[in-house]
């Protein structure tokens, strides 16, 4: 049970990703009246297949222990992080789920109108943040850094949450970065003027209010989202790189 709460996260990436290949499929037919052809090769579905895998492994692989402390010991907190610690705040801790998905659906949605380099930038949009989320899944379970609410009386009610001991670097934050980056390492790539792109500049945007967000919200602690930005930016250049 422990073990399929941990991976509720993973679904919801999984299934916004699965909105992502229907609007290839959808885009597909109109574009293929013109010679346009396939964008999802052999390589790809390797890659789409491990950083899937990658993202799951370690929800069914690692357990995380219950919270044996509440309230924990705000010492243990470096002091540039303690002004974060607070009971959670449920309405911009649910801005922050919308906002995520809004940037990888109109990336996804601007992209799908850009012929087969658009698609392509979908996939390895796709890709990017499968792989980044993966790694961040991963190193939340090896490092197993206490949430912000924790600290205080109102952690009780969640202390046998094992989410609440996966707190660095946040998965928001990284997920958020690699839509963002990877739209406008697109972008460049498909257009002379990438990096005056109105849109790119509002998902660069969209992806750190994400990140302030989940402080605000008491997720995370400002140590935890910066990591998971700089990680979403670096799997996203990693991929664009290698691909392209």
């Keep these: 049970m422990r073990k399929l709460r941990s991976m509720v996260w993973n679904i919801r990436i999984a299934l916004v990703c699965l909105t992502a290949c229907a609007l290839i499929d959808t885009a597909s037919p ?4 013109t010679g346009d052809t396939a964008v999802v090769e052999g390589a790809d579905v390797l890659t789409l297949a491990g950083a899937g895998a990658l993202l799951f492994a370690p929800s069914l692989l690692f357990d995380v222990d219950s919270v044996t402390c509440v309230p924990c010991d705000r010492s243990e907190v470096p002091v540039f ?4 610690i607070a009971p ?15 940037i990888g659906v109109t990336s996804w ?21 499968l792989i980044a989320e993966g790694i961040s899944e991963l190193v939340k379970r090896l490092v197993r850094r ?24 946040s998965g928001h934050a990284t997920g958020a970065a690699a839509l963002a ?49 700089i990680l979403g930016l670096a799997t996203a250049g990693l991929v664009h790189t290698i691909k392209f």
């Design 146 to 169: 206490k949430r912000p609410v924790l600290y205080t009386t109102a952690g009780i009610t969640g202390a046998a949450d094992p989410k609440n001991q996966q707190s660095w670097p």
């Design 181 to 229: 980056a990877s739209y406008w390492l697109t972008r460049n790539r498909i257009s002379d003027g990438g990096s005056n792109d109105t849109h790119a500049w509002s998902l660069a945007a969209g992806a750190v209010a994400v990140a302030a967000l989940r402080v605000v919200a008491a997720k995370h602690f400002p140590s935890d989202v910066v990591p998971g930005l």
């Design 30 to 33: 109109v574009l293929a009246q």
């Design 109 to 129: 949605i601007n992209l799908a109108n850009e012929g087969r380099a658009g698609r392509q930038g979908i996939v390895s949009s796709v890709e990017s943040v």
């Design 81 to 84: 992080d303690r002004w974060a």
């Design 88 to 102: 959670v705040r449920p309405v911009p801790a649910a801005f922050s789920d919308v906002l995520l998905v809004g």
